[in-house]
T-cell receptor, first 114, second 116 residues
Framework: SAVISQKPSRDICQRGTSLTIQCQVD?????MFWYRQQPGQSLTLIATANQGSEATYESGFVIDKFPISRPNLTFSTLTVSNMSPEDSSIYLC???????????FGPGTRLTVT | AQSVTQLDSHVSVSEGTPVLLRCNYS??????LFWYVQHPNKGLQLLLK????ATLVKGINGFEAEFKKSETSFHLTKPSAHMSDAAEYFCVVSERNAGNNRKLIWGLGTSLAVNP
C-alpha cells in the first residue's frame, strides 16, 4: 500500500480567495492524480500531475482555475483559484505505483466556500 | 471510450442476508476493473480488483466479484451482510487517456444500507 497525507484536511474559505492543497506520499510513485468529489456524488478526475511538466487536465478543468505542481515523485499541490461556492467539495489526491494497477487515495480535503 | 454503469443507486438488505451490487461496463479491449468502498467520513478503500487473471476475484471483508466478459458485468457480492458493510460502493474501470496514461472511470456509486 501507500501512505498518503493531505493538508489541510478541511478548510472554510471566502469567495474569491485561493487555497493550495498539499499531497505527500511515503514512497516514489509513477502517477499522481487529483480528484473532486462533490456532495453525494462520485469522483471526477481533475488532472494527472506530471513530474517536472504541466499537468494533464480532463475536459472541463483548466490550469488557470486548478494549477497543479509536482516538483518530485512524492509531492504535489493543487490550488483552487478564485473560489466560488460551487467549488465546495472534497478534493482527493491519488497515486499509482509503477508495478501495480492499484490506486490509492489520500484522506481528502473538505473545502467549503462561503 | 470506456464507461461503467452501476445499476442501482441504493440497495437495502437485512443483516445476515446476501448482498448484490451490480456493475456493467463498456470497453474496447480487456479492461481492469475494481470495486472501492467509502465509509461515511472516511477515505476510499480498494475492495478488490480484476486484471485479466482469475475471473472470480476475492476481496477484503468477505466480498467477491465475478468478471463476465459475455455479459460485460462485474457484480459485487457477499454471502451475508454485516452492519459494518453500510457504505458507498464504487465500480471502476481503467482506460488510457490521450497522453497514454492510465486513468480510472468511476461509476456513480451504490449506497448500501444494512438493516438490523
Amino acid at each position: 500500500s501507500a501512505v498518503i497525507s493531505q493538508k489541510p484536511s478541511r478548510d472554510i474559505c471566502q469567495r474569491g480567495t485561493s487555497l493550495t492543497i498539499q499531497c505527500q506520499v511515503d514512497s516514489q510513485v509513477t502517477m499522481m492524480f487529483w480528484y473532486r468529489q462533490q456532495p453525494g456524488q462520485s469522483l471526477t478526475l481533475i488532472a494527472t500531475a506530471n513530474q517536472g511538466s504541466e499537468a494533464t487536465y480532463e475536459s472541463g478543468f483548466v490550469i488557470d482555475k486548478f494549477p497543479i505542481s509536482r516538483p518530485n515523485l512524492t509531492f504535489s499541490t493543487l490550488t483552487v483559484s478564485n473560489m466560488s461556492p460551487e467549488d465546495s467539495s472534497i478534493y482527493l489526491c491519488s497515486v499509482i505505483r509503477a508495478t501495480s494497477y492499484e490506486q490509492y487515495f489520500g484522506p481528502g480535503t473538505r473545502l467549503t466556500v462561503t | 471510450a470506456q464507461s461503467v454503469t452501476q445499476l442501482d443507486s441504493h440497495v437495502s438488505v437485512s443483516e445476515g442476508t446476501p448482498v448484490l451490487l451490480r456493475c456493467n461496463y463498456s470497453s474496447s479491449y480487456s479492461p481492469s476493473l475494481f470495486w472501492y468502498v467509502q465509509h461515511p467520513n472516511k477515505g476510499l478503500q480498494l475492495l478488490l480488483k480484476y486484471t485479466s487473471a482469475a475471473t472470480l476475484v476475492k476481496g477484503i471483508n468477505g466480498f467477491e466479484a465475478e468478471f463476465k466478459k459475455s455479459e460485460t458485468s462485474f457484480h459485487l457480492t457477499k454471502p451475508s451482510a454485516h452492519m459494518s458493510d453500510a457504505a458507498e460502493y464504487f465500480c471502476v474501470v481503467s482506460e488510457r487517456n490521450a497522453g497514454n496514461n492510465r486513468k480510472l472511470i468511476w461509476g456513480l456509486g451504490t449506497s448500501l444500507a444494512v438493516n438490523p
